[in-house]
């Protein structure tokens, strides 16, 4: 009888412990998420341009230009009236807004080679939602990494994705020079920088 208690205990222990192991009673609680600042590299192997007050999600830059040596036009416009001059309604031009800019130009003018679909393509990191930036963003490359020597830029202009209020054949950009920002035509060349956000 002492036996068949004894049998009974350790069973019941054995399916206790085994049922603790599959709930993951003892696994190990995850930490707290990584904190970023300006300048750090981010999750995709960008450069990090803009934090969270936590610094636990921003914006993050490629290490490099997309489409290097070769100044691009946010649209050639062969995928639109031939002229570049087709309106997209990509308008928004603050934090996050490259992203939903990039989607409105792709839908519009299609997926030739423009600037949008150049940094819609990128792969940075194995991430696939890199895009082009709003002006609010393209403006924080420009003084949180360009004006402390971050990112390698080039001092020539850049495309956002944020199309001209008034001029449809146009979209802004940032001449990284001296931080102007300006209407170009579309047609025009200018650098591209692919963003993500994390």
């Not at 939602?129 to 990494?145: A, F, G, Q, V």
């Amino acid at each position: 009888m002492k036996r068949d208690q004894s049998t009974t205990i350790l069973i019941f222990l054995f399916f206790s412990i085994a049922t603790m192991l599959s709930c993951n009673v003892f696994a190990k609680k995850p930490g707290p998420p990584p904190t970023y600042v300006i300048g750090d590299t981010g999750p995709g192997g960008g450069i990090i341009f803009h934090v969270s007050n936590d610094g636990s999600h921003g914006l993050e830059a490629a290490q490099k230009d997309q489409a290097i040596g070769t100044p691009f036009p946010w649209d050639d416009g062969s995928g639109s009236d031939g002229s570049g001059s087709i309106r997209t309604n990509a308008a928004k031009s603050g934090i996050n807004d490259g992203s939903f800019n990039t989607d409105r130009i792709i839908s519009r003018i299609g997926f030739h080679a423009n600037a949008a679909i150049i940094c819609s393509n990128y792969n940075g990191g194995g991430y696939g939602d890199w895009y082009l930036p709003s002006r609010y963003e393209l403006n924080l490359m420009y003084i949180n990494l360009h004006q402390h020597g971050l990112g390698s830029f080039a001092e020539v202009g850049y495309w956002s994705s944020t199309e001209h209020s008034l001029f449809k054949e146009q979209a802004e950009a940032q001449l990284f020079k001296n931080g102007v920002q300006f209407g170009d035509d579309k047609s025009a060349g200018n650098n591209i920088r692919a963003i993500r956000a994390f």
